[in-house]
């Protein structure tokens, strides 16, 4: 391998995974696929901070129980989110007695995560290892912009940061109709000097780029390739700006081989979420849903799964900085 693209030789098998969203995200197109739907967006909480690590729970305890494994089992958990200091993931794993390593890569962490994990199960320093994240709705836009309860209005660049999580156990045991993990790639960081905090698809789309494209490679490969190749939460806009950098870039069409997680959990048409979903629990739902139960049908073989993040924090954006963009991706297959 070359372009820092590596390979498992071991290929970890996946061991289960699960997704929880809330009331808005079953609303959308891939309602039937998720395995906890809570329509209570507070999850009777004291805070849309605590009501984000109940949905961490919820996909942890689920995945857990579908690989009908316990705490025990688990050697390390890398988790996050977009609150600071991912404090979502360590009050949502707090109640459990498992390693905990706290991972943020903005919404990239549920690639970075699995990524992380793995590297660990493929090396031989854990048997079972869980990659979990999360996002809420409300709770990013207080951190981030403003408070829901001010009102203000989205700009079309704008995207829905989804209230939702998603796990996924990687392991060395053989599981049968379980997508295995091939390869993993770390993103460099990409900025296009970007400063609107509301249109972070442009951020993240260079990164997504060169990601995809350092992959192909490093690998020799082409987009026909693959199934599928799956960004984030790069929307509307981020995804045309990736196709028109990708064809610039390396001379092909993106198009026909790509989806982003941030244009199928909402439908466009009929929910008010402007350019499409963004946050950790974007890319985390979507592919703990609809993406692994297709690679455990068959209906997918090859899926590179490449999640964005704009690393940018309240401060800087208040600073006048501008908001680099990460990539990171891994390679699975049910074959």
Request: charged residues 20%; proline residues 3%; negative net charge.
């Amino acid at each position: 391998m070359s372009n820092s693209v590596i390979n498992l030789k071991n290929r970890p098998f996946v061991q289960s995974f699960a997704s929880a969203v809330g009331k808005k995200e079953s609303e959308g197109p891939l309602k039937e696929y998720f395995d906890v739907i809570c329509k209570d967006t507070s999850m009777g909480q004291d805070s849309w901070e605590m009501a984000e690590s109940f949905y961490q729970k919820k996909a942890f305890t689920t995945a857990l129980q579908k690989a009908d494994l316990k705490e025990s089992d688990l050697d390390i958990v890398f988790a996050g989110d977009l609150q600071s200091q991912c404090t979502a993931a360590g009050f949502a794993l707090r109640d459990y007695s498992v390693p905990f390593s706290g991972t943020y890569g903005a919404c990239s962490t549920m690639a970075l995560t699995l990524v992380l994990s793995s590297l660990m199960v493929n090396a031989g320093y854990a048997q079972n290892a869980a990659a979990l994240t999360s996002s809420h709705f409300c709770a990013a836009e207080r951190q981030f912009r403003k408070p829901v309860q001010y009102g203000g209005q989205r700009p079309p660049t704008a995207q829905w940061t989804v209230t939702g999580s998603g796990c996924v156990i990687l392991g060395n045991g053989k599981k049968e109709h379980m997508p295995r993990a091939e390869k993993v790639i770390f993103g460099k960081i990409r900025d296009l000097g970007i400063e609107d905090e509301n249109n972070m698809g442009a951020a993240m789309a260079p990164a997504a780029c060169e990601t995809i494209g350092r992959f192909l490679d490093g690998t020799g490969t082409s987009p026909e390739d693959y199934d599928l190749i799956l960004t984030g939460d790069l929307g509307a806009v981020g995804t045309k700006l990736l196709y028109d950098i990708f064809e610039r870039e390396y001379g092909g069409n993106l198009a026909p081989h790509h989806k982003d997680c941030g244009l199928m959990i909402y439908s466009l048409d009929s929910q008010d979420v402007n350019a499409g979903g963004s946050g950790c629990g974007c890319s985390a739902s979507v592919l703990c849903s609809k993406i692994m139960k297709e690679l455990c049908e068959g209906k997918l073989n090859k899926v590179l799964f490449v999640a964005t993040g704009a690393l940018l924090s309240q401060t800087s954006a208040m600073q006048g900085e501008t908001v680099p963009g990460i990539a990171h991706g891994i390679l699975f297959s049910n074959q």
